[in-house]
Nanobody, 122 residues
């Protein structure tokens, strides 16, 4: 059984910062890409940032220069440092990971966390 658990969401004023964490646990053999998405009511889930196993990153244009994705492989954890937050960043943030389990070491499956709410007040 594999779980991804996000933490770090909350209420912050515009211009402030938050750091989200997402820890993967369970019967994990390896993790390749890890990502952060966000979703607001009535909208599709949007890819915010991604990071590969070797540390290559990509960002949505809307967050470039403000958000930083990083990972700590020894802890199976991905982070999202969010600076200069804007009200339009308000959303539920989800992480996902492509990973192989101990019972299926040669195939990646995608797992999702339950989400953490970020609210940015103006």
């Amino acid at each position: 059984q594999v779980q991804l658990v996000e933490s770090g969401g909350g209420l912050v004023q515009a211009g402030g910062s938050l750091r989200l964490s997402c820890a993967a646990s369970g019967s994990i053999f390896s993790i390749s890409a890890m990502r952060w998405y966000r979703q607001t009511p009535g909208e599709e889930r949007e890819l915010v940032a991604s990071i590969t196993s070797d540390g290559s990153t990509n960002y949505a244009d809307s967050v470039k220069g403000r958000f930083t994705i990083s990972r700590e492989n020894s802890k199976n954890t991905v982070y999202l440092q969010m600076n200069s937050l804007k009200p339009e960043d308000t959303a539920v943030y989800y992480c996902n990971a492509d990973l192989a389990t101990m019972t299926s070491t040669n195939k990646n499956f995608r797992f999702w966390g339950q989400g953490t709410l970020v609210t940015v007040s103006s």
